[in-house]
C-alpha cells in the first residue's frame, strides 16, 4: 500500500512538473503607441528624460543641471528641494518648488546689482531670494522656507 501511494504521488509531480514546462506557452507581447519616455507634454518637453519647461529660458531644461540647489529647512528630512533658474542676464529668477506645483513663480532683481530678487513685494506671501556670503536663501512671506548653507 505504502509503494502504490508513494508511485501515485511521484507520478503525480511528475506530470504537473511537465505541465508547467509546456513549450506551447507564447510569450504576450505589450506593443504600446508611442514608445516609453517619449512622451511630452504641451511644450515638447520630455519630463521621462527629466526635462521641465522654464519660462525665463523659454527651452525645456533640467533644473538639476541648471538650476542652483536649496534644501529644505522646515523638514530637515524632506526628501525633495528647490531650484532657482537665472535668466541669461540674471534679472529674472524662476523658482521651482513642489510647493507651486509648476505654476513657478518668477522673481525679478531688486536693483541693478542687488543680490536679491522679489516675486511680487506688495502682497504677503510673496517669495524673494537673497544670495548673501555664497548662500542662497528663499522666502515665503517672513518665513524662510529653502537655502543652500552648508550643514
Given amino acids: ?30 506593443v504600446y503607441e508611442t514608445p516609453l519616455g517619449s512622451q511630452t507634454d504641451e511644450h515638447g518637453c520630455k519630463p521621462a528624460a527629466g526635462y521641465m519647461w522654464s519660462k525665463i529660458k523659454g527651452d525645456c531644461i533640467r533644473i ?16 525633495y528641494a528647490a531650484f532657482l533658474v537665472l535668466s541669461e542676464d540674471s534679472t529674472k529668477m524662476e523658482a521651482f518648488m513642489v510647493e507651486t506645483s509648476g505654476a513657478n513663480p518668477i522673481l525679478y532683481r531688486e536693483g541693478a546689482t542687488a543680490d536679491s530678487w522679489c516675486s511680487n513685494s506688495k502682497f504677503s506671501g510673496a517669495y524673494r531670494a537673497v544670495l548673501q556670503d555664497s548662500v542662497w536663501t528663499l522666502w515665503k512671506g517672513q518665513e524662510k522656507i529653502y537655502d543652500n548653507a552648508v550643514r
Fill in 1 to 30: 500500500m505504502k509503494l502504490h501511494v508513494t508511485a501515485l504521488i511521484a507520478v503525480s509531480a511528475c506530470v504537473m512538473v511537465l505541465c508547467a514546462c509546456s513549450v506551447n506557452k507564447q510569450p504576450q507581447v505589450v
Fill in 64 to 79: 538639476w543641471e541648471e538650476g542652483i540647489q536649496l534644501n529644505n529647512v522646515i523638514d530637515k528630512n524632506a526628501a
